[in-house]
């Protein structure tokens, strides 16, 4: 079977947990099948997989039609790369940056498209802000691929039910539920001397005190993570306890001005707010992440949240908000609190009650870091419900069995 996966993201130019997943689905599928990889941003030193720049005459363009440009070059591209002989059997395209090369690739070259929904573009609506009218591409783009789609794989059982609220053309029996997976041995807490040792380096080359407790947060900034709730709620925090974030490429001016004004004046009231606005290498990350006590995540839209499994897989528990896939992976009251909101239906996930929302997102990170033993112990619950369900290899078979599906039809 030949495979061609389709996706804005992969290493080296990976920015949030799309790209993190193709690149650790990439891997197990290459032990069974025949994978090529087609992505964005050229040159790609790694066989089997092509990148694709925006055409020049694109290059100025509106994102959303540098990004169709790209698509149609991999389409093309498809079709150019051969190999051994061996046309692609499927294509699978992740995003909807990458929507609109799977589709079409399905229709020129006359195979069977599978998708899968990292997020959805009608419960984005702050996009607007940062494509103006390249929001109504993105958008067409993504129903017209998911309404014709073979398959469609949901990274959650709450992103499958989105799916199917937001486009309820698309059959059901077509939807399947896989989760994210992680790499268990690359996320892993150090412990021998030497590491412990690098560890504790990395974190104070940091600005991390690596003695004092810490709450973490890792993600873009963007109005889907929830960062300006987070900066507020962690005024209820003890003054001992550190806030470390790991935060960048905002999307618009206007979101990062909003959160440098908050961590500004967050900053005149605490001390050990630490802010880390590049993104890290995997060891300095997972450094970061063995000296925290408790991970918070409180988006207000997470399909399902690769950045919760990394840090249960480093042995934290984790503080998220009860919404979309995070309580599919954090078991409240065993690896984690999950936070309670009522979210408004206009599909920005906005909190009815955003006060509210605020203050019982304060109050579980208090209650986190007030018993260090109690977070202690639910992390290692958290590394061992992360290695029971979530690791690479089964879904990397479950994701096969979507392929196998589709093709005996």
Known sequence: ???????????????????????????????????????????????????????????????????????????????RVDGDGAPTDLVHSHTWYANLAGHLASLLHGVPHVLTAHSLEPLRPWKAEQLGGGYALSSWVERTAYESAAAIIAVSGGMRADILRSYPAVDPARVHVVHNGIDLDGWRRPTSDDDLAHARAVVQGLGIDPDRPAVVFVGRITRQKGLPYLLRAVEALPADVQVVLCAGAPDTPEILAEVTGLVEDLRTRRTGVVWIDKMLPRDELVAVLAHGTVFACPSVYEPLGIVNLEAMAVGLPVVGTATGGIPEVVDDGVTGWLVPIDQVQDGTGTPVDPERFVADLGAALVEAVSDPARAAAWGVAARRRVEDHFSWHAIGERTLEVYRGVLER
Request: charged share 20%; with cysteine.
């Open 1 to 79: 079977m030949r495979v061609d996966l389709l996706t804005r993201e992969y290493p080296p130019h990976v920015y949030g947990g799309a790209g993190v997943h193709v690149a650790g689905l990439t891997a197990v599928l290459r032990e069974r099948v025949d994978v090529r990889v087609h992505c964005f941003d050229a040159p790609v030193a790694e066989p089997g997989t092509y990148g694709y720049d925006v055409p020049g005459g694109l290059a100025g363009a509106n994102p959303a039609l540098a990004t169709m440009g790209v698509d149609l070059a991999i389409v093309d591209g498809i079709g």
